[in-house]
């Protein structure tokens, strides 16, 4: 079945921590996102890839990092200098950049300690 | 800057009546897209609208885009309770980063018998 994976679903990280996210697709789609989703808030963009090895920062990419090494995955990092990491990350794809529709996959819900 | 205001935000409809959830942009954009998200879950993807006048229908959902108004609708039918979930609508902000979708906070739906 095609579509996008994210792991872990639930992660727990100590202060001054960094952790990776992980999302992964099979759909064939170039470009991938990152989202970030808090309570009663809508989803706001963090990192976005529209091929490989190419990345953009969003509107709140401080505090986070991305890679695109391989066309299917686009892991994401939080790093300690993200001060409020706590929150629901949300991984997208579209087939064609900007113009297509982003499918989403089943979030990671991140809590610090 | 594109904003993306939604109202209302909290709705709590009986079954069987209609509705219409009103999402509104400040800036052009000619593509937006409504999402519904279940409590815990993923976004799933429900309508594109691309050009203005432009309707789509699903069911008891349907969607219209008035890019003039810079408007668009999200109109309910005969409700039922399985229709409770948040439901976002985006915008695409061409100013912006490529491929930011900017999301309204959601509507937040309750069908109550």
């Known amino acids: 079945d095609g579509g996008i994976t994210q792991s872990p679903k639930y992660l727990f990280r100590k202060e001054g921590q960094n952790v990776t996210l992980s999302c992964e697709q099979n759909?064939?789609?170039?470009?991938m996102y990152w989202y970030r989703q808090d309570p009663g808030q809508g989803l706001r963009l963090i990192y976005y890839s529209q091929i490989v090895n190419d990345f953009q920062k969003g509107d709140i990419a401080e505090g986070y990092s991305v890679s695109r090494e391989k066309k299917e995955s686009f892991p994401l990092t939080v790093t300690s200098a993200q001060k409020n990491p706590t929150a629901f990350y949300l991984c997208a794809s579209s087939i064609s950049g900007p113009l297509g529709t982003q499918y989403f996959g089943p979030g990671t819900r991140l809590t610090v300690l | 800057e594109l904003k993306v205001e939604q109202n209302p935000l909290f709705l709590s409809m009986q079954e069987g009546k209609n509705y219409t959830i009103y999402c509104n942009y400040s800036t052009t954009s000619d593509r937006l897209y409504w999402y519904r998200q279940d409590p815990g879950k993923s976004l799933e993807s429900l309508f594109v609208?691309?050009?203005?006048?432009a309707v789509k229908q699903e069911g008891r959902l349907m969607a219209s885009l008035d890019t003039k108004a810079r408007l668009s609708t999200l109109h309910i039918t005969a409700a039922v309770h399985d229709l409770s979930a948040t439901y976002f609508c985006a915008a695409l902000n061409y100013g912006g980063s490529q491929g930011n979708l900017i999301f309204g906070k959601g509507t937040k739906l309750s069908v109550k018998p």
């Open positions: 609208l691309l050009s203005n006048g």
């Open positions: 759909l064939n789609h170039d470009a």
